[in-house]
């Protein structure tokens, strides 16, 4: 059992990772200062007071950019490259002390989880923000945060039942993906169709027959008299 519950704090930390890293570090820090986990040695370093803060901060500030419209695509399309390193590097980490071989196995699961997670949120996002209403936006991003907060505590709590709700989303995001990636190409031919028409140059007005001289028509063409 020992085992299916640092498989679960493992995974779930790469989940949450691609949806919220910031909250997920911070919300880690906390339960190990309050007690309620005892995190492996790799992992005390996120209840440091200085990555507690750090990881305050910016979750602050995505608290605020992640609920306006465009902002928030622009943060996850910046975090892309934050999100997914991070959740795989805390996946690892989340192990413990074990061989090489299984800290990289659980890097690239954690890895592809974290990367999983986020690109169902940010192109859940992107499609959102056709709407030009903002509380679509803050609704969802309200959601992502009660996602994370629970699917850890899940993880933490009921290490097998957050394991099988993992392997769901991973069946949901494998079917949701290539369907939400057409719907973005849809979306975004339609919001280029202006540019195309700006593009498109306009044929010049062609004069009647009747109307050209005949001085301009080569002699080859004129009928034989």
């Known amino acids: ?24 570090v911070f919300m880690l820090g906390v339960l190990q200062h309050t007690g309620h986990v005892a995190l492996p040695a790799e ?32 943060w996850d399309a910046l975090h892309t490259f934050v999100r997914i390193p991070a959740g795989a590097v805390l996946a690892a980490r989340a192990l413990g002390d074990v061989s090489p071989a299984a800290e990289l196995a659980a890097g690239l699961l954690g890895g592809a989880f ?7 949120k940010a192109g859940t996002r992107l499609a959102i923000n056709t709407s030009p209403e903002p509380f ?3 609704a969802a991003s309200l959601s992502e945060d009660v996602l ?21 989303f991973a069946l949901l995001t494998a079917w949701a993906l290539p369907r939400l990636w057409h719907t973005l190409k849809r979306i975004a031919a339609f919001l280029m169709q202006p540019v195309r028409r700006l593009r498109t140059p306009v044929p010049e007005p062609q004069p009647p027959p009747s109307s050209i001289p005949a001085s301009s028509i080569p002699p080859s063409s004129l009928p034989p008299s």
């Open 43 to 74: 992992l005390i370093v996120v209840s440091d007071p200085l990555v507690m803060v750090a990881a305050g901060l910016m979750y602050v500030i995505e608290f605020v950019a992640d609920k306006v419209p465009g902002v928030d695509s622009g």
């Open 1 to 24: 059992m020992e085992a299916v519950q640092t498989i679960a704090l493992s995974m779930g930390l790469a989940w949450a990772s691609g949806i919220n890293l910031y909250a997920t």
């Open 148 to 168: 994370v907060i629970g699917g850890l505590w899940t993880a933490l709590q009921h290490p097998l039942v957050f394991l099988g709700l993992l392997l769901l």
């Open 114 to 120: 974290a990367a999983g997670s986020h690109a169902l």
């Open 136 to 138: 679509s936006n803050i």
